[in-house]
């Protein structure tokens, strides 16, 4: 598990900003619902928007993800904070 992060951190970073932002494109969710403490299983994700969110967070972070490691987190804030973990940051 990671270690726990200060929230406005994290939401200031750009992985969550962009996340975030694929998240509303894919979900049609108002962008206040996508926060740190958010369920990733309430934002009405299906596992091909898992698997596009994905491919764009790999393209501009240079990380691979499988697509299953999102539902393997309970909030957004957890899987953020895995991949800033995973790239170094």
Same mark, same amino acid.
């Given at each position: 598990m990671s270690a726990v992060v200060d929230k406005n951190a994290l939401i200031d970073s750009e992985l969550f900003q %962009?996340? #975030?932002a694929q &998240? &509303?494109? #894919?979900s049609r969710?108002?962008?206040e619902s996508?926060?740190?403490d958010a369920a990733l299983s309430d934002l009405g994700l299906q !596992?091909?928007?898992a698997v596009l969110l994905c491919g764009e967070v790999? !393209?501009?972070f240079d990380v691979e993800i499988d697509p299953i490691e999102i539902f393997e987190h309970e909030t957004v804030g957890d %899987? &953020?904070?895995t991949l800033l973990d995973r790239?170094?940051?």
């Open positions: %962009f996340l #975030r &998240v &509303v494109k #894919r969710i108002p962008a996508v926060t740190p !596992s091909i928007d790999e !393209s501009k %899987f &953020v904070q790239i170094g940051t």
